[in-house]
């Protein structure tokens, strides 16, 4: 009785401080939290200035699949790439529905203007930098530390792929339905949350399967978290209940991506001259531990390629040091544990013979996967210092953020425009022609001939890149130099005979040097070997023979393409109608020519390419000209 009595007193004063101080640490959280996202945002915020690069050229500036509502089905039933060619070069194996619709809405409310593009990618890398907050504390990490983590997450340089270019903050928005799933399921696992809650966040794991493949390996990952974190005796057993419950998803998305392409994984197209996945294993391991822990090379491409024979040695070594990071983090559970199952979302990226070779690595790769890395460093590094004082630990932690944030900042300005990434790439990776090739692009482009010849040279010289032929062959045309344009187009016309880039070029250079009928039998031969493309490049035939005053001709042949004008999605062939009404006026043709308009008008709408939007002006101007 007297034990009871005294125990009761103790309870008491225990409670009562708590339930005090509850506020203070409320406040002191949400601070910490808004302190986190502001420092992020500030360090990001010149981002914001940046152009559309790389892919975003592709995937939203010429991209009638997200610009134009007929389209949408087939955008988001397809191949992210299949709407851009023909069914024979719809090869990316990419199905990505979630990421597509994002893109499609993104389009409608920003149109062609970055600034909201690039909002919505750092809003994506806040709120994944929010999560991984939140889960640290869900963890039993103290404040303090899992503040750090957030922070050195959220500033590390591998992240600037992911924020500053758009079509890569696909990683950032997996990581947010990868980590919103996280949440629920451990709540769920602990009691916090009712059996209804389960579908939503079974949805946010079937979101993140729709922006990227590497969601596969989810089920996984969340049934080591709930059998790691949870501190109950049916650990295991609730492990294999979320294990279970995500893999259920993860089939019906195999199922519907076999209807969709065809087949359930990406293919590994890149097998020549390769020793296979054992074979890249170390160098590959090695490069993403060197970019998490020491990011000094920075670059949106580097200098690795594939192996050709298998180091016995490396390999063991790789094998045993990840099983003996397993065993250990198995041992302490909670936040280790939860890091290893993290990192194993890089697995993926281990399968190198997806990855054409000169593009074997990449820093967004590391997103979620980084924050593995650091659940396992940080909370012992944490730690360690702060046994030697608080103040040594923080001194520690700010100087290393600092380091980060400089590199992050310093790196994400060769992701403002093309010329400047492209030129970076050379500087990181200086063997890979491809690099080269459009280097040499954007300063012909830029005015900077010299340079360009440069480096369209280094890039043939290095891997006969066609792109680099087209580019050296738009110079050569420039400077008046048909012959040495018309070879460069034929050699690469001699190996790609369905290159339409090729085509079209060399009947500009026909062109350009007088020869129109040289020209326009060149187009007849680019409509035999890129059949999909009919439409367009009958509209550039069109072109020459009006350019030729062979108008009659000319819309003869834009009347043929009509059927294959509505269908074909590019831009040259919603600007055959445009040319098919301007020379039906010409020819006192007025009504084809008021119904030719008017169909162009409705089909340029929205549509973002700036030759679409220059002749959409004039058709409605003549269209109110017209009798």
């Known amino acids: 009785m007297s034990r009871r009595r005294s125990r009761r007193p103790a309870r008491e004063k225990s409670a009562q401080p708590a339930s005090e101080r509850a506020p203070a640490t409320l406040r002191a959280g949400r601070r910490a939290e808004l302190w986190l996202l502001l420092l992020v945002g500030v360090l990001f915020l010149p981002t914001l200035s940046g152009e559309f690069v790389y892919d975003d050229l592709t995937l939203i500036v010429k991209n009638p699949a997200i610009q134009r509502s007929e389209l949408y089905g087939q955008a ?6 299949a709407v851009l060619a023909g069914p024979e070069d719809s090869w990316s194996d990419y199905w990505r529905p979630t990421f597509v619709l994002w893109l499609i809405l993104g389009y409608a409310l920003f149109g062609l203007q970055t600034v909201g593009w690039h909002a919505c990618a750092l809003l994506f890398h806040l709120l994944a930098c929010w999560l991984l907050y939140r889960l640290c504390l869900r963890l039993a990490i103290p404040r303090e530390p899992s503040w750090l983590l957030a922070m050195i997450f959220a500033v590390h340089p ?9 079509s890569g903050s696909v ?17 769920l696992a602990r009691g916090e949350l009712s059996g209804r809650w389960w579908l939503p966040c079974l949805a946010a794991y079937a979101l993140a399967l729709g922006c990227k493949e590497i969601a596969l390996v989810f089920p996984l990952v969340a ?22 419950a995500c893999l259920a998803v993860a089939c019906a998305y195999w199922l519907l991506r076999w209807a969709v392409l065809g087949s359930f994984l990406p293919e590994a197209r890149w097998q020549d001259g390769r020793g296979g996945l054992l074979a890249d294993l170390p160098q590959v391991l090695w490069f993403y531990l060197r970019q998490a822990l020491l990011p000094i090379w920075l670059g949106p491409s580097y200098p690795l390629r594939p192996a050709a024979t298998i180091d016995v040695i490396g390999v063991l070594l790789c094998l045993a040091g990840l099983a003996g ?16 199952a993290l990192c194993s979302l890089l697995l993926p990226a281990f399968n190198t013979a997806g990855f054409y070779p000169e593009r074997m690595v990449h820093d967004r790769y590391l997103y979620l996967p980084l924050a593995g890395m650091l659940l396992c460093i940080v909370p012992p590094l944490w730690r360690f210092l702060s046994a030697r004082g608080r103040g040594l630990a923080w001194a520690t932690m700010a100087c290393l953020c600092l380091a980060l944030a400089v590199q992050t900042g310093t790196y994400s300005r060769a992701w403002q425009d093309n010329l400047s990434l492209w030129l970076r790439a050379v500087e990181s990776d200086p063997s890979s022609g491809i690099n080269w090739s459009k280097a040499g692009r954007y300063l012909l482009a830029a005015g900077r001939r010299e340079e360009a010849r440069r480096a369209l040279d280094t890039a043939i010289a290095l891997g006969r890149v066609s792109d680099a032929y087209i580019a050296r062959a738009q110079l050569a045309i420039d400077e008046s130099r048909w012959q040495d344009a018309e070879a460069d187009l034929r050699a690469v016309l001699q ?7 090729a085509w079209e070029r060399l009947a500009l250079c026909y062109q ?13 031969q680019a409509r035999e070997a890129v059949p999909h493309r009919r439409a367009s490049l009958t509209t550039n035939l069109a072109s020459v023979l009006y350019a030729a005053g062979r108008k009659q ?11 294959a004008a509505r269908s074909e999605p590019t831009a040259g062939a919603v600007l055959a109608r445009y040319w098919q009404g301007v020379i039906a006026a010409e020819l006192g043709e007025r009504e084809e020519a008021r119904q030719a308009l008017s169909d162009f008008i409705v089909r340029a709408a929205g549509r973002g390419e700036g030759r679409v939007r220059a002749a959409l002006q004039a058709a409605k101007e003549q269209l109110q000209e017209l009798p």
């Open 512 to 524: 350009s040097a007088g020869r129109s009928d040289d020209a326009a039998q060149a187009l007849r």
């Open 76 to 81: 988001l039933g397809g191949d992210l790439f």
């Open 223 to 244: 049934g080591l978290v709930v059998a790691g974190a949870d501190p109950g005796e049916l650990r295991i057993r609730k492990g294999l209940q979320v294990l279970l």
């Open 553 to 563: 001709e000319a819309l003869d042949e834009l009347r043929a393409v009509e059927s």
């Open 158 to 166: 591998v992240h600037v792929e992911s924020v500053a270019w758009i």
């Open 495 to 501: 190996q790609f005979p369905g290159k339409l880039a």
């Open 325 to 340: 990071l397993l065993v250990w983090s198995w041992k302490r559970r909670a936040a280790a544990l939860v890091g290893v």
């Open 171 to 187: 990683d950032a928005l997996l990581a947010v339905f990868l980590l919103t799933c996280l949440h629920g399921l451990l709540r």
